[in-house]
């Protein structure tokens, strides 16, 4: 088995949370480990938020890679027959993606097209508003499982939720996992709704990871608190922290994030 592991995020909003993670990753992950960071900001002409990006990954030599336009999968996704979501294109007449999941899910589906696929390394793909707050090694849940995943969706139609995922180098048919939304068994799906077919796949060994949602908290000065911690089996290290719309698409308060971050930072350490 490989040594190495590659950690990926996709980042458009929030370049503090580039460093952030970054570091988190430094100070707790036993492995070996290299952190790329896929922006978003540029195929939509948000060149403030690309420069705020590069100059973050510049400053801690951390490798940026573009998300760039494939006609071959806004093709896929706009004639996806399946997909409740076929009125949408991918992209508006302006160029900029036109709903916010498929802003979230084009870039992942880009990504696993032109960097898993073939990667002879294991990946783990993360939201950037995800930390670790434990030292733990990542690759030996890798040992007995091929991909490593966070359930959503009903009984009926789960699928494997991107907020972070484990895949190992040799997992059979990684080609296959599709991170498309749309419907599956007549049910809504959002981000990641397509890996359902994946995990349906007899010779891949998927295993959940274990997740807990804390809705609000008394202690803390933001509400609701909305975060969740993270661990890899029953038993193991909440080795994980996810703070959790960290675009802000719902819309929160400047100082609830100026006080989520604070919290967000003494819960990693900085």
Known sequence: MSNKIQLFTIEHKRNDF?????????????????????ENASIVGDHESFEKIKKTCNHYNIK?????KD??????????????????NVFDINSRYTTASIANAYPLQWVQKYFINDNPHHVCGLHSDMFMIKSDSLLQYLKDNDFLYMAQGSSNAQYAWPAFFLM?????DKNTL???CGSINNEPVDVGGYSYYFLQNKNIKAKQIQFKHIQD???????????????????SLLSFLHYRSGSNWNYRSQEYHLNKTKWLKEQIGL
Not at 64 to 68: A, K, R
Not at 78 to 88: V, Y
Not at 168 to 172: D, G, L, S
Request: aromatic letters at 18%; glycine letters at 0%.
């Open 64 to 68: 940026c890679i573009s998300i760039e």
């Open 217 to 235: 908290d008394d202690n803390l000065n933001f509400h609701p608190s909305d975060y969740e911690l993270i661990s890899f089996t029953e038993f």
């Open 18 to 38: 580039i460093e952030m993670q970054f570091l988190s990753f430094k100070k707790n992950l036993k492995d070996d480990f290299e952190y790329i960071v896929f």
């Open 71 to 88: 006609l071959d999968l806004v093709s896929e996704f706009d004639n996806n027959l399946d997909s409740i979501t076929r009125k949408f």
């Open 168 to 172: 190992k180098n040799t997992c059979p």
């Open 178 to 180: 599709n991170w498309w």
